[in-house]
């Protein structure tokens, strides 16, 4: 029902764009994580479908802008000024609560993850 893509290689300081297209269902939030290896998943941003809102990990706070395209029923990831520590597997995860939230418990719905390599 979630199908992330938008993964790849880039330098440091470029840009990607994830996208996470759901399909079958609106869901009232979606978020992204990332896992890198030998680490446990985080919280990376969170939105809302129905209301007004958005979270961020302090470590993208100002990098990276979580948006939404309700026609398409996708999200989307625009990740700036990347960092190699920024390099993980990104998962888009999908709930029904209204409440925006950063726990990887809270989300009911996991896509597959996209690979973004940062290079130094």
């Known amino acids: 029902q979630l199908q992330a893509s938008g993964g790849g290689l880039v330098q440091a300081g470029g840009s990607l764009r994830l996208s996470c297209a759901a399909s079958?269902?609106?869901?009232?939030?979606m978020g992204w994580f990332r896992q890198a290896p030998g680490k446990e998943r985080e919280f990376v941003a969170a939105i809302s479908w129905i209301i007004t809102g958005t979270a961020y990990a302090d470590s993208v706070k100002g990098r990276f802008t979580i948006s939404r395209d309700n026609a398409r029923n996708t999200v989307y990831l625009q990740m700036n000024s990347l960092k190699p520590e920024d390099a993980a597997v990104y998962y888009c995860a999908a709930r029904n609560s209204l409440r925006l939230a950063r726990l990887r418990g809270d989300y009911d719905y996991w896509g597959q993850g996209t690979q973004v390599t940062v290079s130094s």
């Open positions: 079958g269902r609106t869901f009232n939030n």
